[in-house]
């Protein structure tokens, strides 16, 4: 089952915060977040398992809560270089898919 | 350079004729998989591959087979193409299927079919 990303889109001014929340009606093993340019392929950003562990990588940090079925990704400060589609995947344990979600568009302008 | 690799980038074909998009990867990855993306819609998966000879549905499967004979390739067979597989079309891969590998995509192959 598809997970639900909020919100749809985003614009910010260069500087300001962010966060995106991926959530899901089943219980999850993982959530990998990748970011999409437009024109271009998805990238990795991270992976965060169950156990709410938190992650970051820059400016950009994630966290699950694995009784909410629920991940959040912060980008703090945000950068031109941040504009693109944010996607969330969600496995299941036992599963052998990844489900993405509808992928949220950020836009940072200056 | 690691990375996978679709062929062609973009592709018009016309209604009931057979075409297939190669996607090659050098990195010794086990899994792989094809995507779809249609707006709106997101990243749907289409069909995956554990290893060699081992392939299985994704969400979207209907009008789309897929062979695994080699570990490295993993082509996407339309076998009679319609106006509805209109979309953008990934390949992916990663070491294996678990929680901790990422996926490494192609860059896409854009699809319409007249």
């Known amino acids: 089952q598809q997970p639900v990303q909020s919100p749809q889109a985003v614009i910010l001014r260069e500087g300001e915060d962010a966060v995106i929340n991926c959530s899901s009606s089943?219980?999850?093993?993982?959530v990998h977040w990748y970011r999409q340019k437009h024109g271009e392929a998805p990238v990795f950003l991270m992976i965060?398992?169950?156990?709410?562990e938190q992650k970051g990588h820059d400016k950009i940090s994630a966290s699950f809560n694995e009784k909410k079925q629920q991940s959040s990704l912060y980008l703090t400060a945000s950068q031109l270089s941040y504009s693109g589609t944010y996607f969330c995947?969600?496995?299941?344990?036992?599963?052998?898919?990844?489900?993405f979600g509808k992928g949220m568009k950020l836009t940072v302008n200056p | 350079e690691a990375q996978v690799t679709q062929n062609p980038r973009y592709l018009i074909t016309v209604t009931g004729k057979k075409l297939t998009v190669t996607c090659s990867q050098n990195m010794n990855h086990e899994y792989m998989s094809w995507y779809r993306q249609d707006p709106g819609l997101g990243l749907r998966q289409i069909y995956y591959s554990m290893n060699v000879e081992v392939t299985d549905k994704g969400d979207v499967p209907e009008g789309y087979k897929v062979s695994r004979k080699e570990k490295r390739n993993f082509p996407l067979i339309l076998e009679s193409p319609s106006p509805n597989q209109t979309s953008l079309y990934f390949c992916?891969?990663?070491?294996?299927?678990?929680?901790?590998?990422?996926?490494?995509f192609g860059n896409g192959t854009r699809l319409t079919v007249t």
């Open positions: 965060l398992l169950k156990g709410g």
């Open positions: 995947g969600t496995e299941r344990g036992g599963s052998e898919k990844l489900v």
């Open positions: 089943k219980a999850l093993y993982s």
């Open positions: 992916a891969s990663s070491l294996r299927q678990g929680p901790v590998s990422p996926l490494h």
